[in-house]
């Protein structure tokens, strides 16, 4: 284990690596070190604003590979964030290539990860009042659809850019609590579609947003899946997360039967697009 000072921050990596390029881009205020996709992440302010700078080619202390292939998934990813240029997600500024390594540089997006599991790991995600989640849980509900509403609306247009989303939970939402907006960060694994799940039972995702046809090797990656990536969504921000049952949620009856039908484990009971979904939602709360 070696252990870097950058700017005001330190972190640990588990072989000594070269971060001298990174002061030279600016003053690093914060990192972001307890990722396993490989890459880590920091802060950096210059003269010209705030900078969020992704880097693939260390090996950070919570990744098992090895680090070509994290440079090679960060450079693939960089035509995602071409292609699906949205408002409501973290803008690219440029990309580029040191030696065998790799950076991208995106706006600074204020807010706060709804999964902060370096800050809040394990129960006080749930329980800290310090804990975004936690907080969030806290707003009106309200407040909450008007998040999922921007959730919602980029991925309908996901699905029409001909996408499929991969690996969205809520550790890709960042919340502003001061002007209530809505972020959305790392879309590295988004794929075009068709695709097929490639990994098996380890396919990228959370546990608590993964559809059944996300733990099986070889089965289509789709629309459907991407509907059932968005009631698991309003489950999360809205209900028990992964209990399912009405008693846990809290907007209602009408957006509860559509949250549900799109968590079916049955594919062919879902929606059939998230345009679909999204529209379906609307007219729910159009009646409440």
């Not at 210059?46 to 693939?56: I, L, N, S, W």
């Not at 902060?116 to 129960?123: D, Y």
């Not at 399912?244 to 059939?272: I, N, P």
Request: negative net charge; glycine residues 8%.
């Amino acid at each position: 284990m070696k252990t870097k000072k950058m700017g005001e921050v330190s972190f640990s990596v588990q072989e000594d690596h070269d971060f001298s390029w990174l002061e030279e881009m600016g003053h690093v205020f914060c990192v972001f070190d307890e990722q396993d996709s490989g890459n880590i992440s920091f802060g950096v302010e210059r003269e010209d604003g705030k900078f969020f700078v992704k880097y693939a080619g260390a090996k950070p202390m919570d990744f098992s590979g090895e680090p070509k292939e994290a440079v090679e998934r960060l450079r693939t990813a960089m035509s995602v964030y071409q292609q699906l240029k949205h408002p409501s997600v973290i803008r690219l500024e440029h990309h580029f290539a040191l030696k065998e390594e790799y950076a991208a540089v995106f706006n600074w997006a204020e807010g706060e990860c709804l999964h902060s599991h370096w800050s809040h790991g394990g129960p006080a995600k749930y329980t800290d009042p310090t804990s975004p989640y936690y907080r969030f849980r806290k707003l009106s509900v309200p407040s909450r659809l008007q998040a999922l509403d921007t959730i919602f609306s980029f991925h309908a247009f996901v699905e029409e850019q001909g996408f499929v989303a991969i690996d969205f939970y809520d550790g890709s939402i960042l919340y502003d609590f001061n002007n209530d907006v809505t972020t959305l960060c790392d879309i590295d694994f988004y794929r075009k579609s068709p695709t097929v799940n490639d990994i098996g039972e380890e396919f990228w995702g959370a546990d608590r947003s993964k559809s059944k046809e996300e733990y099986e090797l070889g089965a289509v990656i789709d629309e459907r899946t991407n509907v059932y990536t968005m009631g698991a969504i309003s489950f999360g921000l809205l209900g028990g997360e992964t209990d399912h049952s009405f008693s846990k949620w809290e907007a209602g009856e009408g957006l509860f039967e559509v949250a549900e039908k799109a968590v079916g484990e049955d594919r062919g009971t879902r929606y059939s697009s998230v345009r679909a979904f999204k529209e379906a939602w609307e007219e729910a709360r159009r009646r409440c």
